[in-house]
């Protein structure tokens, strides 16, 4: 065909000068959410992961909808987001979440001790938070600890981690964001004044090595940040930080039960499916790949969750599985940090140009850490869309394979 | 779990897109209360970056790790070693049948999830329906503000098709996890549809009554039960049919 000829070649050759173009490296909830942003805005977006769409730590998140009440004692600024995001998600990702509410009940007078600060911190952070009378708390879940002295009702809810990272994953598709699982990224490419332009990468189901280039490249690779980072030569200070939790063969409640104290080991137990699961702990790896699942841990976790619902001593294991956290680096130990996430611009701080990292956070605030990696980046590019993805549900999870 | 550690041989399906399948062994020394799962993502992570597999959950929620360990259907992160082999044993590990290989132990779930799609599959449901018809259903008492619900029990992992001899000889049989689909649509919501979807002979006559689905289904969703109720469900309502006037035959359809 002559030059100039095909109408949809010059249509294409507009499009490739006015829609701007971005990678995205990671499939957890905050590659998939922010792939779904920023095709919303017309991004032509690619999705690179090395595995499974949630293969690293989003997959193995305890699936707790925070409703922010962890945290409104030692974070305010965590606690706020988890239940602006919690409201979002209950409305666009209803087709995942089975939402019952949950349960902070104490155990003992240090507990109860905890109670003015919890009650007074959920008011102020926005939190519907109310107190409920013991006798009501133990009707409503007969399989309580019967010796709890007090029970605050808050709106948690449990997710599917796999269908919630495939629904966002599902919407981003419907926008037209192109996913290549199974695909490592092994580099970055640079142009000729040495600005990113794009990765390379190894096709792992036929080890064919491929290039992907882009206007932009987001590195959103959770606790794998850092090493992503190192590709570029760049530092970013994210230490994995995994965890640990149980699985029982039977679901012993209906509400999500977290103990009312600062968070600690083994502080919240959740209902799934026929499920209960226990979690976490908290401690620091140099290396997420492989984890093991230390037996002290999974017993220390047995002890917990038998406190809350004793049953729970004598109901066989189904599953113990560890995943670590993307927290953000500095001097303080892991759990006392801050949950929120960051967002580094590698223009501003490493005069690199054309990478954005994005880590930390959590996956009850996937969307909005999503919402402001995808400001920065249009705002980068000169490119103006709102954002709109609080307003309209997801697509259908089963969508992805669309 | 035990302190001793077991020596055991792992027989990995290797594959590459379009090429020739080929077996190789791991000798890793594992505990053997450690999952099928654990030792096959340590093999990747320490042993042969090469390898691939689909996981997400590791608590068997999400459906992702179906494979076929010893020549049998498994959810490999709830398998654990001890279960399948001994101190010195060998255990083969191999993607699931009746879907596409990918690479490795990867299979391609798209045709099945757009199938569980278009039977209208909903993940969550109110408690009552989302358990078995024939079970106590697990309610909670005095709910406080709304009727409970909770995600329903297939994890979409497609072993009951690896399994079924049905859907080995027919790619157009639909497979159990659909039929249950339907049927579970149909318990909370009984209309003609869900029956017209699956009174078809891609559908519930395809079905060999085999029972090897609900055996080896890891999350209790029983679809050689659901697919027996759900032809008994079209059988009456075919005889009822006859004595029946044809407008109003399908519109008192009850769930069982
Ligand atoms: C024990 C534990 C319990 C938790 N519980 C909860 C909870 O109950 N509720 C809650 O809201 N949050 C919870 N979280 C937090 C939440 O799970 C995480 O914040 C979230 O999953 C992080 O998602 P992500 O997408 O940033 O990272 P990830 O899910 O880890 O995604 C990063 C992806 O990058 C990929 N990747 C890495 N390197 C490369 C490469 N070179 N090339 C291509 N791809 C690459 C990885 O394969 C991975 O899929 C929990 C976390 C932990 C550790
Ligand atoms: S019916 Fe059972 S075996 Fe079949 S896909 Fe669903 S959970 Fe898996
Ligand atoms: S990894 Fe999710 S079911 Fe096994």
Redesign the interface.
């Known amino acids: 065909m002559e030059e100039g000829g095909d109408p949809h070649a010059e249509l294409d050759r507009i499009m490739k000068t006015t829609q701007p173009s971005a990678i995205v490296i990671g499939a957890g909830f905050t590659g998939c959410a922010l792939a779904y942003d920023l095709a919303q805005r017309g991004f032509a977006v690619t999705v690179v992961e090395r595995?499974?769409?949630?293969?690293g730590t989003?997959?193995?998140t305890h699936?707790l909808l925070h409703s922010g009440a962890r945290y409104c004692v030692t974070d305010a600024e965590a606690a706020i987001e988890c239940i602006q995001e919690n409201m979002i998600l209950r409305r666009i990702a209803?087709?995942?979440?089975?939402?019952?509410?949950g349960y902070f009940v104490a155990l003992d007078d240090a507990d109860l001790g905890y109670a003015p600060a919890f009650f007074q911190g959920a008011q102020n952070c926005g939190i519907p938070v109310e107190e409920?009378d013991v006798q009501?708390a133990l009707?409503?879940?007969?399989a309580l600890n019967p010796k709890i002295l007090a029970a605050y009702?808050v709106p948690d809810a449990?997710f599917?981690?796999?269908?919630l990272?495939m629904a966002f994953a599902a919407s981003a598709r419907q926008h037209g964001a192109k996913f290549n699982t199974?695909h490592?990224v092994v580099g970055f490419l640079r142009d000729g004044i040495g600005n990113i332009c794009g990765v390379s990468a190894v096709n792992?189901?036929?080890?064919q090595p491929v290039d992907f280039r882009a206007d932009i490249t987001i590195n959103a690779t959770g606790a794998w940040a850092g090493k992503v980072a190192e590709m570029a030569g760049i530092s970013v200070p994210v230490r994995p930080t995994p965890g640990v939790?149980v699985?029982y063969e039977k679901?012993v409640t209906?509400r999500v039960i977290n103990r009312l104290c600062e968070p600690d080991d083994g502080d919240i137990l959740l209902?799934?499916?026929?499920?209960a699961?226990i979690g976490t702990t908290s401690f620091e790896v140099e290396e997420a790949?492989?984890i093991?699942?230390y037996?002290d841990q999974?017993k220390q976790m047995h002890q917990r969750a038998a406190l809350l619902v004793p049953e729970l001593e004598n109901i066989k294991m189904?599953?113990?599985?560890?995943?670590a956290r993307p927290l953000i680096g500095g001097l303080m130990s892991g759990r006392s940090l801050s949950r929120t996430f960051k967002c580094y611009d590698h223009q501003t701080d490493e005069e690199v140009n054309g990478l954005v990292t994005v880590t930390g956070g959590k996956a009850t605030t996937c969307r909005v850490m999503a919402e402001k990696t995808a400001d920065l980046v249009c705002q980068k590019l000169g490119w103006q869309r709102a954002c709109e993805t609080a307003q309209h549900p997801l697509a259908?999870?089963?969508?992805?394979?669309? | 779990?035990t302190e001793q550690l077991w020596q055991v041989h792992f027989k990995v399906h290797r594959q590459?897109?379009?090429g020739k399948p080929y077996v190789r062994t791991f000798t890793l020394d594992v505990?053997p209360e450690?999952?099928i799962l654990?030792a096959v993502?340590?093999i990747?992570?320490?042993h042969d970056?090469?390898l691939?597999y689909?996981?997400?959950?590791?608590?068997?929620?999400?459906?992702?790790c179906g494979m076929r360990v010893n020549g049998r259907e498994k959810l490999t992160?709830?398998t654990t070693i001890s279960s399948v082999t001994q101190n010195g044993g060998t255990v083969r590990i191999d993607p699931l049948r009746n879907f596409p290989v990918?690479?490795d132990l990867?299979v391609d779930?798209?045709?099945f999830?757009?199938r569980?799609?278009r039977s209208g599959?909903?993940?969550?449901a109110p408690?009552a329906a989302a358990c078995l018809p024939y079970e106590q259903p697990?309610t909670?008492?005095?709910?406080?503000?709304h009727e409970?619900?909770?995600?329903?029990?297939c994890?979409e992992c497609g072993l009951c098709i690896s399994v079924c001899p049905a859907a080995n000889t027919d790619k157009e049989y639909v497979g159990p996890a659909v039929l249950a689909s339907l049927h579970l649509m149909y318990v909370q919501n009984p209309t003609q549809e869900f029956i017209d979807q699956a009174d078809h002979h891609t559908g519930l006559w395809r079905c060999h009554s085999a029972y090897e689905c609900t055996e080896v289904c890891p999350?209790?969703v029983d679809p050689a039960w659901r697919i027996m109720d759900m032809r008994k469900k079209v059988m009456s309502d075919r005889i009822k049919s006859i004595f029946r006037p044809r407008s109003s035959e399908k519109k008192n359809a009850q769930p069982a």
């Open positions: 595995g499974e769409l949630a293969s989003s997959g193995r699936g209803k087709q995942c979440i089975e939402y019952n509410g409920i009501r009707a409503a879940e007969p009702q449990a599917d981690p796999l269908r990272a199974f490592d792992r189901h036929a080890g939790m699985a679901r209906q209902p799934q499916r026929r499920m699961v790949d492989y093991p699942v037996p999974v189904r599953g113990a599985y560890m995943s259908d999870y089963h969508l992805y394979y669309s | 779990m590459r897109t379009g505990d450690e999952y654990d993502e340590r990747w992570a320490l970056r090469t691939t689909r996981h997400a959950c590791h608590h068997s929620t999400c459906g992702a992160c709830i990918v690479s990867v779930m798209g045709n999830f757009l569980m799609d599959f909903n993940s969550v408690l697990l909670a008492e005095n709910s406080i503000d409970p619900e909770r995600l329903v029990d994890i999350s209790g």
